[in-house]
């Protein structure tokens, strides 16, 4: 069944347009592309399987990290808003496709059903935070976003619409990709730059929509907090950090607090809380375990996985820290195709892609998976935004611990209840 002969859908079209002209007329004064199905979002999903989502986002988040890596310079990417699009890609998986998916997402072995529902229970939490914020000075912000932009004319189905109604709160938008390619891509781009507060642009180069395109799935997601405990900007000074290029000269901020702090013989980890103590912001510093040689961070990184996060973040306890931190600002882009296919979802971007729960046929496959993402520090706290677009086609007096970020470094912006990881990123340059 097609868009156009689905009861549950609810179509603000001209009465006499058949679904072969569905852009003519679909959506409203407010979206003009919104096509949405009528079943409403759950707004009280059961949280039981948040546990076992996030434990396998944190695998994920590990491999995705280990993986791009390899790449120069500073990164930073959320894994969240990478895990979320893909969800809603692999609602219209199908047989070995979907198995695959769902395996280099490390998605838990339930019900597909209960994975969506959990994805939903996740992100209602995450919305919740801002409640226990305080601080005027920059009023905590957590908003996530979804879309699914389809071709105008081309019948989904129904199913797949409703489960991205009732799990992820997003209805179908319709472009023509085959008319207008790089029209549509704009469009695109506009949705994620406003949802972002014009932190992400461009998300999707020229080219990535072509006349093949049927359809692109986004999520956007940002952040936008108050550190716990700001730091004096009067202490701020230019301090030296060990760049790969050599020593630079960059301001530095500088604070004693009780932060957590923990240690491992790889890594040395400080944690800043945010306004309302729900995020925070863990920065791990790579150490040269005993007896070993060679890069540290090189070392940390290509041992990460989610078990070596998780044994991380138990590792920090409440503690008083002498902490340096260098203030940095960087926006970081990156292509997931051949980082997913490594993964094990090798059919999703082939001509075997089975995604017939999307269209009832087996022409799409994904073309691409896009993320940017941009961080910035200072004084205040932290603003973060990032995106993802996956794009288908045919086919008191205590002693202190002193911690100084002067060298490459790790960084999580983690969800404290939940333990889930929203942004990661690696600090090699501040400036």
Known sequence: MGIASSPRLVRNLCAAVAASALAACAGDAGDPYLVSSSAARNAAPSTDDIPALVAGTTAFTADVYRLTSATQGNLFLSPHSISTALAMTWAGARSTTASQLASALHFPAIDDARVHAAFNALDLALASRAQAATSGTRPFRLVTANSIWGQTGKAFEPAFLDTLAENYGTGLRVLDFVADPDGARGIINGWVDDRTDGKIQDLLAPETITPDTRLVLTNAITFSAAWDSPFDPA??????????????????????????????????????????????????RPELAPGASGDPLAALEASLDGAKLTAIVAAIQPGAVELSLPKFNFTAALGLNDTLIALGAVDAFSPDADFSG?????????????????????????????????????????????????????????????????FIGRVVDPR
């Open 235 to 284: 202490a701020t000074t230019s301090a030296s950090f060990a760049s790969p290029s050599g020593p630079v000269s960059v301001p530095t901020l500088h604070q004693i607090a009780e932060y957590g702090h923990g240690t491992g013989a790889d890594f040395t980890a400080v944690e800043l809380p945010y306004d309302g103590d729900q995020l925070a912001m863990d920065l791990i």
């Open 358 to 422: 999307m269209d009832g046929t087996r022409d799409l496959a994904i073309s691409d998976v896009v993320h940017k993402a941009f961080v910035a520090i200072d004084e205040t706290g932290t603003e973060a935004a990032a995106a993802t677009a996956v794009v288908v086609g045919d086919t008191s007096a205590p002693v202190t611990v002193p911690v100084a970020f002067d060298r490459p470094f790790l960084f999580l912006i983690r969800d404290r209840p939940t333990g889930e990881i929203l």
